[in-house]
């Protein structure tokens, strides 16, 4: 079984920053990409970013150059640092991974951005 457990969230103003951290646990998961999703009040979940099982980062273009997303040595733990947050990234984060052809989801963690 493996679970996911996302933190980090909160309410910030515009410009500032917050740090997201997903741990995993369960078999396989040190050895598959992992990836951020999230998701807008009255939107769809859409893709942010994705970090490869050698730690290749790939980014939307809508957070590039803002967010970074990373992990640890291993495996099993990975975070997005999001910096310049605007009121366009309010949303609750899901971390997301794929295991044995089977998708997991975490709980999510909601960020808002207000002034």
């Known amino acids: 079984q493996v679970t996911l457990v996302e933190s980090g969230g909160g309410l910030v103003q515009p410009g500032e920053s917050l740090r997201l951290s997903c741990t995993a646990s369960?078999?396989?998961?040190?050895?598959?990409?992992m990836a951020w999703y999230r998701q807008a009040p009255g939107k769809s979940r859409e893709w942010v970013a994705t970090i490869t099982r050698t730690g290749i980062p790939l980014y939307a273009d809508s957070v590039k150059d803002r967010f970074t997303i990373s992990r640890d040595s291993d495996g099993n733990t990975q975070y997005l640092q999001t910096n310049n947050l605007q009121s366009e990234d309010t949303a609750t984060y899901f971390c997301?991974?794929?295991?044995?052809?089977?998708?997991?989801w975490g709980q999510g963690t909601l960020v808002t951005v207000s002034a």
């Open positions: 997301q991974i794929v295991v044995g052809g089977v998708e997991y």
């Open positions: 369960g078999s396989g998961v040190s050895t598959t990409a």
